[in-house]
């Protein structure tokens, strides 16, 4: 683990500020899952508000999502981006039930979590961060600045960046970075230490000027803050820096200074003995927030509005534990029925919620009446323990004493104070106990009657809603008991979600046996009859395994990277392709460099290379290769190019053809943003980042070769939403594959969620592939490759880590 030195710097007209809110750093609490169990979490919190937004509220939010990132388990990108979306929520209600006009409060934040040896960060709105460590500066921000920040919009936007600390560094946050942050001035003369580091961060500042600097290195968990002296303007500070230079360097190192135990803030440690509602809920000012108040003040606006998004409810954030649901957009036509009937559930909800309250406040009731019972033994119990201990001492007296012996001062002080401790004891854990028992039967109610709502609603955007409603309030529930009947509920919820969502659950198993060095990164996935083909983009190579009876082994003896072999030297791989087996060579892969040298491998063989035609001097050098319908396509983004090679013999002596030849400029697509592509005989699938996808046929005709739909529209197929438009939700999207008959599809990867996206050749969704992991724990923030073989078995890789399931 790592320990952290906090350092906030706040300055208003260049004058240092002791106020630090919206900073701090946490420790996993006792009760942490178990995979947060070791990590750490840093927010760096900026709000802007028309002054009515308290820091005591600000704290209270941070506090609260705290504790929801150590209660929830999954991959770490995913518990980052729960905790923005609920902090999300959480300033959109604050905004509709405080803003009554003017400009709403917005905000951006830094999440970051320590994870192992890597650092996590989620970022939303525009703000910087930054991490200095030996091997030098990175910057992390919205480079486009068209992030608006939090509380805009029901889905925020963003950004996810990872980030080795190795022997530790520096993580440093702010929205106003001056230019003078460059690696150059910051690692001059070495690996600065905290105050020289703080002394070059703060030159040439801004006059108003907030800095939240974290120190990080190699402990055990402890968190400190150092609140700086009060100083003078950054100018006055760099006169003294300029004077000091001329000091020498011995006099210049400040002491190491070992932060002091009083200055740990307590809002860094939260506390575990009190009970906290659900973090997935939206937080509002009310000390005992109902859970519906967010969505019975947005359900009115529903009605009116055209657009219906259940799944950006906060309720639909926590959707599934171990990966973070990405749901579809879509527009859909109000109809007249379906708003009489959504006006009937709602009534029935309210209805449900009303006996739930009163059934709230006679459990409160009882609870008080519990406790005065309490009391009133307690007092009983006092007087006779008093009354048992003078019979006592009557008894020991000698025959004949009138009175019984006085106890000593000592003695009577001793159990003046340990009965009464004894007695609060016990008085305090019957009440707890009941209290616990009590407050989940509320929570387990309430998602019983959400279940028989959703269970008796014919709309499927009420059953979906209601059904969030439920896992949510098992949620709460969890944090009281565990119990079987409250694991059938979660389960028959789950399951109605995946059914309403086209949601298929596939158990991973881990494909390799042992395990792959933490440096690789498998981007690229080829399932050969018995042999899988992993390309690993970190070297530049293939790695060959092969299966055995209890998984994939790799196979040491396998070669297929940089190097000279037979017809000339290749380079690092790009990519990689499956060849068939009747090639000359009769080998299973192609590689390709960057130059357009390619190697021919199959195991127990030498590598046999060659250069392609035409490849020299193509700005950028190839990216992407496929190989099919005996043709080789070769991608070159930079040059917005797309080859196309013929072999003869198996070997590729002819000129290359521009796949595009003949089709206008104004109508090509832009390669530039392509980042994979499948092929299907005369079909070509264009993937880019943000899930849209362009198709072009080669026809052959003299007018118009190439057709091409930019983007293709995609169509619905979930239950309730069938031949609907909709468009994929805001995600990184990494790979398309085009699966060959008997089931031909076209499947694109979400590598932020890991899922899966099937659609029939005509781009209708009919599946969702979602991963179920179990207590396996990943190491890599997103998915990184993934394939369908032939005998449905679906591979996934998460940097170094590959895994698969049967799909059927």
Request: glycine share 6%; with cysteine; charged share 25%.
């Amino acid at each position: 683990m790592y320990d952290l030195n906090l350092t906030p710097i706040r300055l208003r007209q260049g004058q240092p500020q002791e106020t630090f809110s919206g900073f701090m750093a946490v420790a996993p609490p006792r009760r942490a899952v178990r995979s947060r169990a070791e990590d750490l979490m840093i927010l760096s919190l900026t709000l802007h508000a028309n002054g009515n937004l308290s820091e005591d509220l600000q704290a209270d939010w941070l506090a609260r999502l705290s504790s929801a990132f150590f209660k929830t388990s999954g991959s770490v990108t995913s518990t980052l981006r729960s905790v923005i979306e609920t902090l999300n929520l959480t300033i959109m209600e604050w905004n509709l039930k405080n803003v009554k006009g003017g400009m709403p409060a917005t905000g951006a934040i830094n999440l970051t979590a320590i994870h192992r040896r890597s650092l996590y960060i989620a970022q939303s709105g525009l703000t910087h961060a930054y991490v200095l460590a030996h091997e030098g500066l990175k910057h992390f921000s919205d480079t486009g600045g068209t992030d608006r920040g939090l509380g805009v919009s029901r889905t925020p936007k963003i950004r996810y960046y990872q980030a080795d600390l190795g022997t530790g560094g520096y993580l440093f946050m702010t929205d106003t970075p001056p230019g003078t942050w460059t690696e150059d001035l910051l690692l001059a003369d070495g690996f600065p230490d905290v105050e020289k580091l703080r002394r070059r961060l703060l030159n040439q500042a801004p006059v108003d000027f907030r800095l939240d600097l974290v120190q990080i290195f190699p402990g055990e968990g402890q968190i400190n803050i150092n609140q700086p002296a009060k100083k003078a303007s950054p100018v006055e500070e760099v006169e003294v820096v300029e004077k000091q230079a001329e000091t020498p360097q011995e006099e210049l190192e400040p002491e190491p200074t070992q932060p002091e135990e009083e200055e740990v803030s307590p809002e860094i440690v939260p506390v575990e003995e009190t009970p906290v509602e659900d973090t997935r809920e939206v937080f509002t000012q009310e000390p005992e927030p109902e859970p519906e108040v967010l969505q019975e003040e947005i359900e009115p606006e529903a009605e009116v509005e055209p657009q219906v998004e259940p799944e950006t409810s906060p309720q639909a954030v926590v959707m599934d534990e171990d990966q973070t649901t990405a749901v579809l957009e879509e527009e859909e036509v109000p109809q007249e029925d379906k708003r009489s009937r959504a006006r009937r559930m709602k009534e029935a909800r309210q209805a449900e919620r009303m006996r739930l309250a009163e059934q709230k406040d006679q459990i409160k009731e009882e609870s008080l009446k519990a406790l005065a019972a309490g009391l009133k033994w307690w007092r009983n119990a006092q007087q006779s323990v008093e009354t048992f201990f003078k019979d006592l001492l009557a008894r020991w007296s000698p025959e004949g004493t009138k009175d019984a012996p006085a106890l000593s001062r000592g003695t009577r002080l001793l159990i003046a104070v340990i009965v009464p401790l004894v007695l609060v004891g016990i008085a305090a854990g019957v009440y707890l106990a009941r209290g616990k028992t009590q407050q989940y039967a509320f929570y387990f109610e309430q998602a019983q009657a959400s279940a028989n709502i959703a269970q008796a609603a014919q709309d499927p955007d009420i059953a979906r809603e209601e059904w969030s409603q439920v896992q949510a309030y098992l949620n709460q529930a969890e944090d009281f008991r565990e119990t079987e009947e409250l694991s059938r509920l979660r389960a028959e919820a789950q399951a109605a979600m995946d059914l309403l969502d086209g949601v298929r659950r596939l158990d991973y198993r881990p494909a390799i046996v042992g395990s792959l060095p933490a440096g690789i990164n498998i981007t690229n996935i080829v399932s050969y009859g018995l042999d899988l083909y992993l390309f690993d983009e970190t070297a530049g190579r293939v790695l060959h395994a092969a299966s055995g009876n209890s998984g994939y082994e790799i196979d040491p003896d396998f070669v297929c990277a940089a190097g000279n072999f037979s017809g000339g030297r290749v380079e690092a791989l790009v990519d990689m392709a499956q060849l068939p087996i009747n090639n000359a060579y009769q080998a299973h892969i192609l590689g390709i460099d960057a130059l357009g040298n390619v190697v021919y491998c199959s195991p127990e063989q030498d590598p046999v290379v060659q250069m392609l035609p035409g490849s020299e001097g193509i700005a950028g050098g190839a990216k992407n290769i496929v190989y099919e319908s005996n043709r080789l396509y070769v991608h070159y983004p930079e040059a917005n190019q797309l080859n196309v090679y013929s072999p003869s013999n198996g070997q590729f002596l002819d000129m290359p053809v521009d796949y595009f030849n003949g089709l206008d400029y104004s109508i090509r697509p832009d390669l530039s943003q392509v980042i994979d592509f499948a092929i299907n005989g005369r079909e070509l699938y264009l993937l880019r980042g943000d899930g849209s996808v362009v198709d072009c046929v080669y026809s052959g005709l003299p007018d118009a070769p190439i057709a091409c739909e930019n983007p293709v529209q995609y169509v619905d197929g979930r239950p309730g939403k069938e031949d609907q438009n909709m468009t994929l939700p805001d995600a990184n999207y990494v790979s398309v594959y085009y699966s060959p008959p008997p089931d031909p599809s076209i499947s694109i990867l979400d590598a932020e969620n890991a899922d899966i996206y099937r659609f029939s050749l005509r781009f209708r969704l009919y599946q969702r592939l979602r991963p179920n992991l179990g207590n396996y724990e990943i190491v890599s923030p997103e998915a990184t490759a993934f394939t369908i073989g032939i005998d449905q078995v679906a591979f996934i890789a998460f940097g170094n880590q590959v895994f698969y399931a049967y799909v059927q």
